[in-house]
C-alpha cells in the first residue's frame, strides 16, 4: 500500500471516531 492510501484511511477512521465520541456526548 502507499503512504497516501495509509493516511486517507487514518484519516476516515479519525473522522468515524471523532463523529462516534460527538454523538455519544450528544445524546
Known sequence: M???T???QQ???AIT???FNATI???
Open 2 to 4: 502507499s503512504k497516501s
Open 6 to 8: 495509509i493516511i486517507q
Open 11 to 13: 484519516t476516515r477512521q
Open 17 to 19: 471516531a471523532a463523529t
Open 25 to 27: 456526548h450528544l445524546n
